[in-house]
């Protein structure tokens, strides 16, 4: 892989002209994956839920002289993931990447607390969401021989997470979606692979941050220390670090990597 310092050291080609669709592409760790995705030169497609902020990270894209399409959706109606998929393959006339990244955080609460509707809208979104985008973008790709499919979990799904059973549960699932969707997909000529960011310094984080403090009656201090505690390297990674893992695996460079589950957590709980 060549280097460049202009885009954060990282450089390659293979990604240049390339139609990638990143869903929660409006804000934190997806608008950064967007971004970057922009400075090599790929067409992204942002999807999200809110408008505003869809459409301030599509006049950044614009300004990088790339072709970009904002496109409002929400990823638990399997129709509106259907309707996306449909507009993307008009436009460009195919799907090179998809980078599953949309996920709520879902209720902070004990199991025998937590509400059935919130349940059922984490599950909605982070589960169901990610196999919709995942069946319809796959259809594509299985046509065409090629593709890419790149999903975010988190290092909730990969151990215990008290107080967020259901934000656990579809991280977990999503892992095992990808191992499935890389045994399925491979002899179709399609790349599957995961990535399990830990505790990510940015606005969502924070936000977790105050949900769990309020939830133990503790300061967001106090829940900042028990997090970073456990990362060897003595900090979060940021939301840049985590889309430079996107863009090696949506480049040729990581041509041999399938079905794999790469951490992004500086080490967190090693």
Partial sequence: MKMNSKNGGLDDGSISGKTVIVTGGGYGIGKQIALTLGRFGANVVIAARSQTKLEEVETELRAMNTDPLALTVDISSESAVRDMVD????????????????????????????????????????????????????????????????????????????????????????????????????????KVNAIVPGPIEGERSENVFRARAKAEDISVDEVKRFFTKDIPIGRMPTEQEVAASVIFLASNSSSGMHGQVIQVDGGFRI
């Avoid at 393959?89 to 199991?111: C, F, H, R, W």
């Fill in 87 to 190: 507009r993307v393959v008009e436009k460009y006339q195919s799907i090179d990447v998809l980078v599953n990244n949309s996920a709520i955080a879902g209720p902070t609460a004990m199991v025998p607390d937590i509400e059935t509707d919130e349940w059922q809208e984490t599950i909605d979104i982070n589960l169901s969401g990610t196999f919709y985008c995942c069946k319809h973008v796959a259809r594509v790709m299985r046509e065409a021989k090629s593709g890419n499919i790149i999903t975010l979990s988190s290092v909730a799904g990969r151990t215990a997470y008290p107080l967020r059973a259901a934000y656990c549960v579809t991280r977990w699932g999503v892992i095992g979606l990808s191992h499935t969707l890389a045994a399925e997909l491979g002899p179709h000529g399609i």
